[in-house]
Nanobody, 119 residues
């Protein structure tokens, strides 16, 4: 079992920045990829950014050039630097970890962290 916890969400004005963090913990697991998703009220959850175990990154078109995903000093930690925030970035941001804890690869989710951008 892998436990995922996000932090760093806040309320900011348009144009502002935040740094979201995610930590995956558990006993003896191997991570294939870590991702940030977001879900705005009334909308489907969408993939924002992904980083694989070899460091390859991918971004949604809507956040390219403004968001940066990275491992935050350790293989099981993840960061999302979000800059030049827009009101449409308002959402609950979720960390997703694709990991194998001995029973095959499984997606593990955190509880989410709220980002609110005011105009």
């Amino acid at each position: 079992q892998v436990h995922v916890v996000e932090s760093g969400g806040d309320m900011v004005q348009a144009g502002g920045s935040l740094r979201l963090s995610c930590v995956a913990s558990g006993r003896r697991f191997s991570i294939s990829a870590m991702r940030w998703y977001r879900q705005a009220p009334g909308k489907q959850r969408e993939l924002v950014a992904q980083i694989t175990s070899n460091g390859t990154t991918n971004y949604a078109d809507s956040v390219k050039g403004r968001f940066t995903i990275s491992k935050d000093g350790a293989e099981n930690t993840l960061a999302l630097q979000v800059s030049n925030l827009k009101p449409e970035d308002t959402a609950v941001y979720y960390c997703n970890t694709l990991a194998d804890s001995g029973l095959g690869y499984t997606n593990y989710w955190g509880q989410g962290t709220q980002v609110t951008v005011s105009s």
